[in-house]
């Protein structure tokens, strides 16, 4: 009779590939690096989307200057009634009220003069520089919609009478 001089080794032969410590160490490594890249892509494309409505919302204020004007009230009235429930409950006193109302309705009134169309275009060349790749869908609609943006906005700086070169508007 001969005795196996390395019973450990004939053991080992005699367990599953897929049972081996190093097997599934690398099937952990793969599935956190898979999930990984899964996070990155879904907040990417999520990015683009947000960035692709924000532009959808400038032009639709560019087209709608009614809309701009509704909307930039109803945040600014949102803001006054959250300070006013706040000085009620005397969390701030009336220099700090009369202070942060004065910085809404500033805020308010920048944002009606500014151009509308030139935010547009901004935010979808943000969708399709900043978030691409991946090419999808949002950044494919930004690509496509900014080169219109772009043509309303010198339109707009024509009509003003603001002198501009291309390369200033990128």
Same mark, same amino acid.
């Given at each position: 009779?001969?005795?196996?001089?390395?019973? +450990?080794?004939?053991?080992?032969?005699? #367990?599953?590939?897929?049972?081996?410590?190093?097997?599934?160490?690398?099937? *952990? *490594?793969?599935?956190? #690096?898979?999930? @990984? !890249?899964?996070?990155?892509?879904?907040?990417? *494309?999520?990015?683009?989307?947000?960035?692709?409505?924000?532009?959808?919302? !400038?032009?639709?204020?560019? +087209?709608?200057?009614?809309?701009?004007?509704?909307?930039?009230?109803?945040?600014? +009235?949102?803001?006054?009634?959250?300070?006013?429930?706040?000085?009620?409950?005397?969390? #701030?006193?009336?220099?700090? !009220?009369?202070?942060?109302? +004065?910085?809404?309705? @500033?805020?308010?009134?920048?944002?009606?003069?500014? &151009?509308?169309?030139?935010?547009? !275009?901004?935010?979808?060349?943000?969708?399709?520089?900043? @978030? &691409?790749?991946?090419? &999808?869908?949002?950044?494919?609609? &930004?690509?496509?919609?900014?080169?219109?943006?772009?043509?309303?906005?010198?339109?707009?700086?024509?009509?003003?009478?603001?002198? @501009?070169?291309?390369?200033?508007?990128?």
């Amino acid at each position: 009779m001969t005795q196996n001089p390395l019973p +450990e080794t004939a053991s080992l032969l005699q #367990i599953p590939w897929t049972q081996k410590k190093w097997v599934r160490t690398a099937g *952990v *490594v793969l599935a956190v #690096i898979a999930a @990984f !890249y899964a996070m990155v892509y879904a907040d990417v *494309v999520l990015r683009a989307r947000d960035a692709y409505l924000q532009g959808e919302k !400038y032009m639709r204020w560019h +087209e709608d200057p009614r809309l701009k004007m509704t909307e930039l009230n109803s945040k600014y +009235e949102k803001q006054k009634a959250a300070l006013d429930e706040k000085l009620s409950k005397k969390k #701030i006193n009336q220099d700090e !009220y009369d202070r942060q109302l +004065e910085i809404a309705a @500033f805020d308010r009134d920048r944002l009606m003069e500014e &151009s509308s169309v030139k935010y547009a !275009y901004v935010w979808y060349q943000t969708a399709y520089e900043l @978030f &691409s790749p991946p090419e &999808s869908r949002w950044v494919r609609l &930004s690509r496509e919609k900014a080169p219109l943006a772009k043509e309303k906005w010198k339109d707009e700086l024509r009509a003003k009478k603001i002198p @501009f070169e291309d390369y200033m508007l990128e």
